[in-house]
């Protein structure tokens, strides 16, 4: 922490103290009466003469102590424009005044850096080690940030700077939780829950084949694995009786991936401290082999066909092909664009061994000041200063985005569900590209049938460790 600013503080406590005492010790007024002289009267004494009050010099009043930053221009970094644009929304030009008031309150300027995504790591990395960081505080992509960015030192632990007060309303908690690596905070960020991992289901297509409301069964906590594979089944059909399906009952991306995290599953677990490869563990297996089973067994599943575009499962959902969607809640843009049928969201449904509903969240964004940015306390000072809440801020401004994209109230109820509740759990998978890439493999192995999930786990079991291990620096 800088002189100047401890200097400050120091000032600051200085100040509360004489405060605190001129209160405590206020004059009492005297037990005895007195006459319209004001000299005292009581107890059968004789009157004392009163000394005379000298009048008193009035004490200037003691002026707020404040931080001065000399002028110090702090820039922000991302893989997107931060830069605040006027006349966009109320709220916005709202932070842009605020952001004024501070900046020539506490001296400093802003400047707002932008690289592209494929070059983000590279840029980060390389500029944090020679000690010119390419900015003083930066957006950071769980892909890159952890394990790679806190376990390599390349950025510093926020909760060792004394500024932050990660038990704040503010924070974001689940971003604090992820970014916490051995009992110290290293990323941050505000607002509410980025919801990623959802299941959107075609209520058009609900009504005309007579299938329950999954609203119903969410509210009254049935809506799981055994109710979800029910459903589906009733959904698939060969309409033209050719003996090809023409109707499925789901479609997905990653959706081997969202239904692990369902029944509490992970890629990577800490057992005692320690990174492990989690999908030997029972949960993992159990929830891998009944999305092969959904897949081969079932065939309820529209699987993308070997190179079939990324979006393959959303454009099926869109054109009324399969009555549930496994992916990601952004999707509901391309949705809105051109399904014609009405569409809701529910949560992923539940494995036999949990007993809450989970949403994946395989990506977030945590904020971290790298490593040999100069006097980094003073930027954290100035970011815990911008990110304070406007009182002015409608608590439901959050609500806008949603009402945009939803076809009714019960959606965004559901996203309200994942956010109040912090059913968000994130797996590390796509953080350790080599194991991100071996999965490639062995998933789609267990797709086609091609080898069960426990057969083709315990093949990559020990090759998935040592990237794990190596990842996180262990020897």
């Known amino acids: ?18 405060f605190a005492g001129t209160v405590g010790c206020g004059r009492s007024k005297d037990t005895a009466g007195s006459d319209e002289t004001g000299k ?43 830069e605040p644009q006027e006349g966009v929304s109320e709220s916005g030009d709202r932070y842009i005044a605020r952001l004024r008031n501070l900046m020539e309150k ?12 494929d070059q983000f790591a590279e840029t980060f990395i390389s500029s944090t080690l020679s000690g010119q960081p390419w900015v003083d505080i930066s957006y950071a992509e769980s892909t890159f940030f952890y ?3 806190v376990v390599g030192g390349l950025v510093l632990p926020l909760s060792d ?4 007060d990660f038990n704040d309303p503010k924070w974001n908690k689940t971003v604090i939780e992820y970014s916490t690596y051995n009992g110290k905070v290293y990323g941050m960020n505000t607002g509410r829950d980025d919801v990623r991992s959802v299941l959107f289901w075609n209520k058009t297509m609900f009504e005309r084949e007579g299938l329950p409301n999954l609203y119903e069964l969410q509210n009254n906590k049935t809506w799981t694995w055994d109710k979800f594979l029910e459903v589906a089944q009733k959904a698939t059909k060969d309409l033209d009786g050719d003996g090809v399906i023409d109707q499925y009952g789901f479609s997905g991306i990653k ?11 992970k890629t990577v677990k800490f057992v005692d401290g320690k990174p492990t490869f989690g999908l030997t563990e029972p949960e993992a297996l159990e929830a891998l082999q009944f999305y092969q089973d959904l897949v081969n067994v079932h065939r309820v599943y529209d699987l993308p066909p070997d190179g079939s575009p990324w979006d393959y ?56 000041i790298p490593a040999t940015t100069q006097k980094p306390e003073d930027v954290a000072f100035v970011w815990n200063a911008i990110t304070e809440p406007d009182p002015e801020e409608d608590p439901n401004a959050w609500r806008e985005y949603f009402e945009i994209n939803a076809c009714d109230e019960e959606s965004i109820q559901t996203v309200a569900m994942i956010q109040d509740k912090g059913l968000s759990e994130y797996d590390m998978m796509q953080s350790i590209t080599p194991l991100w890439e071996l999965s490639w493999s062995f998933m789609w192995q267990i797709s086609h049938g091609h080898k069960t999930a426990q057969v083709a786990i315990n093949e990559v079991a020990q090759e ?4 794990i291990d190596d990842a996180f620096n262990v020897n």
């Open 1 to 18: 922490m800088s002189k100047s600013f401890m200097r400050i503080c120091s000032l600051l406590l200085v100040f509360l103290i004489l």
């Open 255 to 265: 959706t081997e991936w969202i239904i692990l995290a369902t029944n509490n599953g």
């Open 313 to 368: 499962g959303t454009q099926r959902f869109i054109n009324g092909k399969t009555a549930m969607l496994m992916t990601e809640l952004w999707h509901w843009e391309m949705m809105k664009q051109s399904m014609h049928d009405e569409y809701g969201v529910v949560a992923p449904p539940m494995g036999p061994r949990a007993n809450e509903y989970v949403s994946l969240l395989n990506v977030f964004n945590a904020v971290c």
């Open 464 to 467: 998935a460790q040592a990237y």
């Open 147 to 149: 394990p790679t960015f």
């Open 40 to 82: 005292t009267v009581g107890d059968g004494q004789e009157e004392q003469p009163k000394e005379e009050k000298q009048p008193q010099e009035e004490q200037p009043a003691e002026e707020e102590p404040t931080v001065d930053l000399g002028g110090r221009v702090i820039r922000v970094g991302a893989t997107w424009n931060l």
């Open 161 to 164: 700077m004394g500024v932050f």
């Open 106 to 117: 506490y001296n400093f300027s802003l400047e707002y850096a932008e690289v592209p995504w």
